[in-house]
């Protein structure tokens, strides 16, 4: 069993910055990607960021490109996402979750077996 936890939500002002981490308890064959996701009031889940176990392979969600940047640190078990220029559409719940290797679409909810409880991310205007 893997578990993740998140930390490093917050409220912030529109232009401001926040990083969130997760903290994995191992990585293991089943941690292959990393990802973060995220979800609004009455929204679907979407992903934000994802990264492969080396780092060699990492997308984006359009929404988020060149805002946000993910990444992780093996030695400390943590995965992070450093969310710079927020707008008040980033605004929601952020997931961390950990997949397989068999994943075909990372950025899909659906490819995930392991979730955080998630941190609440609020961006005011």
């Known amino acids: 069993q893997v578990q993740l936890v998140e930390s490093g939500g917050g409220s912030v002002q529109a232009g401001g910055s926040l990083r969130l981490s997760c903290v994995v308890s191992?990585?293991?064959?089943?941690?292959?990607?990393m990802a973060w996701f995220r979800q609004g009031p009455g929204k679907e889940r979407e992903g934000v960021a994802v990264t492969s176990v080396t780092g060699s392979d990492i997308r984006y969600a359009d929404s988020v490109k060149g805002r946000f940047t993910i990444s992780r640190d093996t030695a400390k078990n943590t995965v992070y996402l450093q969310m710079n220029s927020l707008e008040p559409e980033d605004s929601a719940m952020y997931y961390c979750a950990a997949g397989p290797s068999s994943a075909t679409y990372p950025l899909r909810a659906a490819e995930y077996l392991y979730w955080g409880q998630g941190t609440q991310v609020a961006v005011s205007s």
């Open positions: 191992r990585f293991t064959g089943t941690t292959y990607w």
